[in-house]
């Protein structure tokens, strides 16, 4: 059952993407760990909005998952790749827990285009790993990030 509703990101949602992206805990598995400042986080955010052939490949495309009353709970990150789309999320830390990670990937599945979704977790990140197991991912490379694909549905 799904309790989260998928919509694009807007510029009004970028103080509750910072407060996520400031936040060490949210970002300790993305990149190098380290907590974005407001400049990069705003370079990246800006790239998101302003994603416009979604069928290119490299184009971020960023979504807010909202609970039934609007209210955020997470990021569904997608960029197209060459022959599948590379799928991240975050969720806000006040909502860690209640499922809502292994919802954005299953509304990922909407935008896709018939593409099989990419994960990379580290392994150390047990938790998301958890995550992508449950929402029919399956480990094809076990380096460290680990790379899971799930294949479209």
Known sequence: MTRILLRPAVPTDADFLFSMASDVEV??????????NRAYFDR????ALSAGDTRMPDVPRWFIGTEEDRHPV???SLIRRSDHIEVGYWVDPAQWGRGYAGELLDLAQDHTDGLPMVAQVYRANSASRR???????????????????????
């Open 27 to 36: 970002v300790r598995w993305i990149g190098d760990g380290a907590a974005w």
């Open 44 to 47: 990246r955010f800006a790239r």
């Open 74 to 76: 997470g990021l569904l």
């Open 131 to 153: 995550v992508l197991e449950r929402a029919g991912f399956a480990l094809v490379d076990d380096g460290d990030p680990l790379i899971f694909r799930a294949p479209p549905r």
